[in-house]
């Protein structure tokens, strides 16, 4: 059996930290998309306002198996 995947690009924003924007964003992505079977984070970025940092947001790519 052959299994196609496609990946889509996310970016997901979190006020706590990297981890909780990639776990948000993988469970965002899996309520729209059927199949997800990974994501890859491609990027990572900070919002910084006075000197501290407020937000923290990732670009994932995001892998789900396609339905035969």
């Known amino acids: 059996m052959t299994t196609v995947a496609r990946v889509t690009t996310i970016t997901a924003r979190s006020t706590k930290s990297f981890e909780d924007a990639a776990r948000e964003g993988v469970a965002r ?3 729209t998309l059927r199949n997800v079977s ?3 984070v491609k990027e990572q970025k900070v ?9 923290w947001q990732v670009t994932l790519e995001v ?3 396609l339905d035969d």
């Not at 919002?47 to 937000?55: F, L, W």
Request: glycine share 12%.
């Open 29 to 31: 992505s899996n309520k």
């Open 47 to 55: 919002e910084v306002a006075d000197g501290a940092i407020t937000a």
């Open 63 to 65: 892998t789900f198996v």
């Open 38 to 40: 990974g994501a890859w």
